[in-house]
């Protein structure tokens, strides 16, 4: 990228205000109808008692999904209740300012815009609200639309929801709010009478706060701002194959974001260089470095593509890497990271093969620096660069918990450089590695190498952490997604008690890497 540009957010999601209960109220008589929505004074009521507890979502200026939650006591939300009972018939007046709990009494999403994952994101603002406050959870009562139906041949609602939870038997509310992360604690009878559907029932759902009562670390990280207890990441083994035009490769890579996010990743990875495949678009006889300059003609429609993405669904993209042309004339290989507020951030790989200078011209970049992401501090490094150690020391130094290496190698030695690498990057910084890379051949397109790659994701090697440092693992030359989550808090606490804590016992007074200023 030579230049940045700023684009106007068209989905906001924020707190909800006075000046926003007409549009509450209409997005609730789309929901629910205009007898069984909320009234004005019912959302005036839930402002005055918690302001801070109502999200709204808003797309051009219109509300497109609203959130109502209170705080309340265990006793209170633990016990058999009724919506109107808890609620104080819709007003939320049992808000309980010392309340240990958040019950969460309203999700609504315009169904004219449920193609945006509102709901997931209006119950992760929820969660971190829980987080902020250091509560010890959320608890609400959950519909059963299917249960009207199925309830001669379950026999009751809990055996339902005992069978949806099972995976025998499908409800898209309750599915969906297990997938959260929420859990059926019990029945709640008569919680809502009118609701047909589920026969009045309704589940009661818990999400604990895992962040509660943690490790003192972790509450000095959790005070930072900057921390999330798990992370999912997903990366990606891709598949080179011929194509047709860059529409044909954006349909290819937004395939992959859909899978990720539909898996609820945080991250989804792609490899190094897996734009290369935009070479047999034309399939041009040019010299290798010829060819590598005409790819640079792909950067902004594939920076833009991973901007669109990482808005459309929700996730953030790491976006392997892709030559692009500087300032000077240069040719860097970048890595592109989207971020799913919708800031797009870019990365040089510091270290250029032996084969990348002499035959593509690629200079190698000369600064290292963490990228802020809703899930904590990340670092880059671009395949080669995971072979000095200074590097990921540097990363992890600025504070980052997760390394991502896109890679690109053709050969089984070339890759277990790369992996073995990153494993000991992962060990002596107590941090995780995220490898991607790509797999396939292109016979007959000019300028593309054979690959050979296994996308994996490292762990530190200790008792918290996966048996043999390996969280996630994928068969070698396969296409394929590989997922893992990975525990933050887990690294606080290694870094601070673990069985070996390399970062704390390093000998500053023998040595020391000193990162010189960007020239």
Not at 50 to 55: K, S
Not at 135 to 159: D, E, N, T, W
Not at 183 to 198: A, C, H, K, Q, R
Not at 299 to 327: C, D, R
Request: hydrophobic fraction near 35%; aromatic fraction near 10%; charged fraction near 20%.
């Amino acid at each position: 990228m030579t230049a940045e540009q700023t684009s106007v957010a068209r989905l906001a999601m924020r707190e909800a205000s006075a000046a926003d209960i007409p549009g509450i109220v209409a997005l609730c008589e789309r929901v629910y109808g205009t007898d069984n929505g909320y009234t004005p004074e019912m959302v005036r009521g839930q402002l005055a008692q918690f302001p801070d507890g109502q999200f709204l979502a808003e797309y051009d200026g219109r509300v497109v999904g609203y959130c109502a939650t209170f705080r309340a006591a265990e006793a209170l939300v633990m016990a058999p209740h009724t919506w109107r009972s808890i609620t104080g018939g819709g007003y939320a007046s049992r808000h309980d300012p010392q309340g240990d709990w958040l019950y969460g009494m309203e999700v609504c999403v315009d169904p004219d815009h449920r193609g945006l994952r509102i709901g997931r994101r209006l119950y992760d603002r929820r969660k971190q609200l829980c987080v902020k406050l250091g509560l010890h959870g959320i608890v609400f009562g959950g519909r059963l639309p299917g249960l009207a139906r199925r309830m001669k041949r379950v026999g009751s609602a809990q055996a339902y929801i005992e069978a949806v939870r099972g995976g025998r038997m499908r409800d898209t509310t309750l599915g969906f709010q297990l997938r959260n992360g929420f859990e059926p604690i019990g029945v709640l009878d008569s919680y809502l009478p009118y609701d047909t559907e589920s026969l009045g029932y309704a589940a009661h759902m818990v999400w604990r706060n895992p962040k509660h009562a943690e490790h003192p670390l972790v509450k000095q990280a959790q005070g930072s701002g900057r921390f999330n207890e798990r992370v999912r990441v997903a990366t990606v083994q891709y598949q080179q194959r011929r194509i047709e035009s860059f529409a044909q490769f954006g349909t290819q890579v937004e395939y992959f974001v859909d899978v990720a996010a539909d898996y609820g990743a945080d991250f989804v990875v792609f490899p190094e260089l897996f734009t290369l495949q935009l070479l047999s678009v034309e399939n041009a006889p040019l010299s290798p470095a010829d060819s590598i300059r005409s790819l640079t003609g792909y950067t902004q429609p594939f920076s833009e593509l991973l901007t669109a993405l990482s808005l459309k669904y929700n996730i953030n993209i790491i976006g392997g890497s892709h030559p692009t042309v500087m300032p000077d004339g240069d040719i860097h290989n970048n890595c592109y990271v989207a971020l799913r507020d919708g800031s797009l951030h870019v990365r040089e790989k510091l270290h250029p093969t032996p084969n990348e200078r002499h035959w593509w011209r690629i200079v190698g970049g000369d600064s290292a620096q963490i990228i802020e992401t809703d899930c904590g501090p990340i670092g880059i490094m671009v395949c080669y660069d995971s072979e000095f150690p200074e590097l990921g020391r540097h990363l992890a130094d600025q504070g980052a918990l997760l390394l991502f290496v896109p890679f690109c190698t053709d050969t089984r030695e070339g890759y277990l450089r790369v992996r073995y690498s990153s494993q000991a990057r992962a060990i002596e910084n107590q941090c995780y590695v995220v490898l991607s890379g790509n797999c396939g051949n292109l016979p007959g397109v000019n300028n593309f190498d054979i690959q050979y790659s296994q996308s994996c994701i490292l762990t530190p090697c200790d008792f918290p952490f996966a048996r043999d440092g390996v969280a996630a693992d994928t068969t070698p030359n396969a296409e394929m997604v590989a997922f893992a989550d990975l525990r933050l808090d887990a690294l606080i606490e290694a870094r601070a008690n673990g069985t070996v804590q390399n970062l704390k016992d390093r000998r500053h007074d023998l040595y020391s890497v000193q990162w010189r200023r960007k020239r």
